[in-house]
């Protein structure tokens, strides 16, 4: 079946897979943690590196990774006595990419003035 401009028609998401993505979204409505995410999509840092970088404090941080972590979008590993962390799951980082990029691409604060009027 064929939709508005010729695209497949794909049937509603379940009341189940609709509450994790709003769970999933509501995580990442945290600036420092969507910051974050961005940071490892880019690599593997540890803590200090990703206070240094987002700009928040150090048990700040940890506090977001460990949410990250219980999520599952963010994994640690030991190398010594440094945690390094990575993100594990390249489709929230797939999607993180695309929002920012296109965000990014309409003018920094354009649509994000608009959603804050709007009370999201």
Same mark, same amino acid.
């Given at each position: 079946?064929?939709?508005?401009?010729?695209? =497949?028609?794909?049937?509603?998401?379940?009341?189940?897979?609709? =509450?994790? =993505?709003?769970?999933?979204?509501?995580?990442?409505?945290?600036?420092?943690?969507?910051?974050?995410?961005?940071?490892?999509?880019?690599?593997?840092?540890?803590?200090?590196?990703?206070?240094?970088?987002?700009?928040?404090?150090?048990?700040?941080?940890?506090?977001?990774?460990?949410?990250?972590?219980?999520?599952?979008?963010?994994?640690?590993?030991?190398?010594?006595?440094?945690?390094?962390?990575?993100?594990?799951?390249?489709?929230?980082?797939?999607?993180?990419?695309?929002?920012?990029?296109?965000?990014? =691409?309409?003018?920094?604060?354009?649509?994000?003035?608009?959603?804050?009027?709007?009370?999201?």
């Amino acid at each position: 079946m064929r939709g508005i401009e010729g695209k =497949a028609v794909v049937a509603d998401p379940s009341a189940e897979v609709l =509450a994790d =993505a709003a769970a999933l979204f509501g995580l990442l409505a945290s600036p420092p943690r969507l910051h974050i995410v961005w940071a490892l999509a880019q690599g593997e840092s540890d803590v200090s590196g990703l206070a240094e970088r987002v700009g928040g404090a150090l048990p700040a941080i940890s506090q977001h990774l460990s949410k990250l972590k219980l999520a599952g979008l963010v994994r640690a590993r030991r190398e010594g006595r440094r945690v390094v962390y990575f993100v594990d799951d390249p489709d929230t980082v797939a999607m993180v990419r695309t929002l920012v990029v296109h965000l990014a =691409a309409h003018g920094e604060g354009v649509a994000p003035a608009r959603l804050r009027e709007l009370g999201a």
